[in-house]
């Protein structure tokens, strides 16, 4: 089966970068993407590694690192709108896409 | 527009009673999945399909079942052997890439009363 793991909250000020990582345990490696998702809605994709290294999209980075089974999410120029969960995935040679459970992360003025 | 729909997006249901919630894409993408997330949690996979006519079972199968009788169409029952039903239910589909990102629909809250 897939597992991963992530830290359940993190807190940080607006204009701050902070990092969200990833560890996964999967058969079939097929990726590593990333969602957002605020309170009540549903969740929104934001990134996708399949292989090694760094993806930059606009204050969004996601890195990937398949001999360690560990990815992370870069969130730049940190804003309050970023307050959100943010959700790592795997997907697997089945085409089965599985969750982490979710980072909180909260943003302060 | 192209989008994934889910319908309806609050459902009440008496205890014992089966219910079934509705998950519509027109995005033409093969597969297709339902997710539960609990107050605070994180998505677990209920089931999902690559192809219609054809699904499997997620992490916590017991007490749904599904159809995909046809491309556009998932439709998650609910039923009265789910003992705990009361949660946030997520349907979304995605392309054949891997890489294909998966798009979600606004999800059902399903409260049994």
């Known amino acids: 089966g897939q597992s991963l793991e992530q830290p359940s909250e993190v807190t940080a000020v607006e204009g701050a970068i902070v990092q969200i990582n990833c560890t996964y345990q999967?058969?079939?490696?097929?990726?590593l993407s990333w969602y957002q998702q605020h309170d009540g809605g549903a969740p929104t994709f934001l990134s996708y590694n399949a292989l090694d290294g760094l993806e930059e999209t606009g204050r969004f980075s996601s890195f990937l690192s398949r001999s360690d089974s560990y990815g992370y999410l870069l969130l730049q120029e940190l804003q309050m709108k970023d307050s959100a969960s943010y959700f790592c995935a795997v997907r697997d040679s089945a085409r089965q896409l599985t969750f982490g459970s979710g980072t909180q992360l909260t943003v302060l003025p | 527009d192209g989008g994934i729909t889910q319908s309806p997006k609050y459902l009440f249901r008496k205890e014992g009673q089966n219910v079934t919630l509705s998950c519509e894409q027109n995005?033409?993408?093969?597969?297709m999945y339902w997710y539960r997330q609990d107050p605070g949690q994180g998505l677990r996979l209920i089931y999902y399909?690559?192809?219609?006519?054809?699904?499997q079972k997620g992490d916590i199968a017991e007490g749904y079942s599904v159809s995909r009788e046809k491309k556009e169409s998932f439709p998650l029952t609910v039923t009265s052997a789910q003992k705990n039903p009361t949660a946030f239910y997520l349907c979304?589909?995605?392309?054949?890439?891997?890489?294909?990102?998966?798009?979600f629909g606004q999800g059902t809250r399903l409260t049994v009363v």
């Open positions: 399909s690559q192809i219609v006519n054809d699904f």
């Open positions: 995005l033409n993408h093969d597969a």
């Open positions: 979304a589909s995605g392309g054949d890439g891997a890489a294909t990102e998966a798009f």
């Open positions: 999967t058969s079939g490696f097929y990726g």
